[in-house]
């Protein structure tokens, strides 16, 4: 059965990192784009940025670019989203998202709070 398992989500300081990770099963990881998307409370889910099948082509939603980075590990069915520089209106849930034609996966999210 498919699964996405987000990790790395938790509290840090403005300015600070994390990492999260997020490790697929149940398909063909490196077939599929994969994405991480954002719902803050009371917004809709947002896109944060996305990665080829392959790995070598990745986009950024326009208040991440130069703080956030999405990397992948075909080997390891894993994709990555490196956060740097954090603001307390990054403060959401961290969402995993795998697409391939009509294949359209979520994880159940990992919270990413940041506060002093």
Excluded at 67 to 74: A, G, K, L, P
């Amino acid at each position: 059965q498919v699964q996405l398992v987000e990790s790395g989500g938790g509290l840090v300081q403005p300015g600070g990192s994390l990492r999260l990770s997020c490790v697929a099963s149940g398909f063909t990881f490196n077939r599929y784009t994969m994405r991480w998307y954002r719902q803050a409370p009371g917004k809709e889910r947002a896109l944060v940025a996305g990665i080829g099948s392959g790995g070598s082509i990745t986009n950024y939603a326009d208040s991440m670019k130069g703080r956030f980075t999405i990397s992948r590990d075909n080997a390891k069915n894993t994709v990555y989203l490196h956060m740097n520089n954090l603001k307390p209106e990054d403060t959401a849930v961290y969402f995993c998202n795998a697409r391939l034609l009509t294949n359209n996966y979520w994880g159940q999210g990992t919270q990413v709070t940041v506060s002093s």
